[in-house]
């Protein structure tokens, strides 16, 4: 009934946002392990099962930049956390009521984030 979103502050709109953890794919890594790693990086948070959920494509009018969407599950503290510096990160839960109307209202407005968070709730 609940699931975890990052606060996370973004220099480029100079704002705070509400989005899933996400990053780079380094060279030869398999999505699910930069999701998995990714999870780490940002959240502090390791995950038992890692679900694939498609991708999408961000902007392809311009970019073939090609995001990998995952579902984690079973969520415990991972010992390998080490925040970075220049990010400001905060973890917030919330009910999985909450979603629809915080979508709504904009506060979320991560068009990667809003992806995930309904292929998650049609399955």
């Given at each position: 009934?609940?699931?975890?979103?990052?606060?996370?502050?973004?220099?480029?709109?100079?704002?705070?946002?509400?989005?899933?953890?996400?990053?780079?794919?380094?060279?030869g890594?398999?999505?699910?392990?930069?999701?998995?790693?990714?999870?780490?990086?940002?959240?502090?948070?390791?995950?038992?099962?890692?679900?694939?959920?498609?991708?999408?494509?961000?902007?392809?009018?311009?970019?073939?930049?090609?995001?990998?969407?995952?579902?984690?599950?079973?969520?415990?503290?991972?010992?390998?956390?080490?925040?970075?510096?220049?990010?400001?990160?905060?973890?917030?839960?919330?009910?999985?009521?909450?979603?629809?109307?915080?979508i709504?209202?904009?506060?979320?407005c991560?068009?990667?984030?809003?992806?995930?968070?309904h292929?998650?709730?049609?399955?």
């Open positions: 009934g609940r699931c975890k979103l990052l606060r996370q502050y973004r220099y480029a709109i100079g704002q705070y946002i509400y989005e899933a953890p996400a990053g780079t794919m380094e060279t890594e398999d999505p699910a392990e930069t999701a998995r790693r990714e999870l780490i990086e940002e959240s502090g948070f390791a995950a038992k099962t890692i679900l694939p959920k498609g991708f999408i494509y961000t902007t392809p009018g311009y970019t073939d930049e090609k995001i990998f969407l995952f579902e984690a599950r079973d969520l415990y503290p991972s010992q390998d956390y080490k925040k970075d510096d220049d990010e400001i990160i905060e973890v917030v839960d919330v009910p999985l009521k909450d979603l629809p109307s915080m709504q209202d904009g506060t979320i991560d068009a990667k984030t809003i992806c995930l968070l292929v998650c709730r049609e399955s």
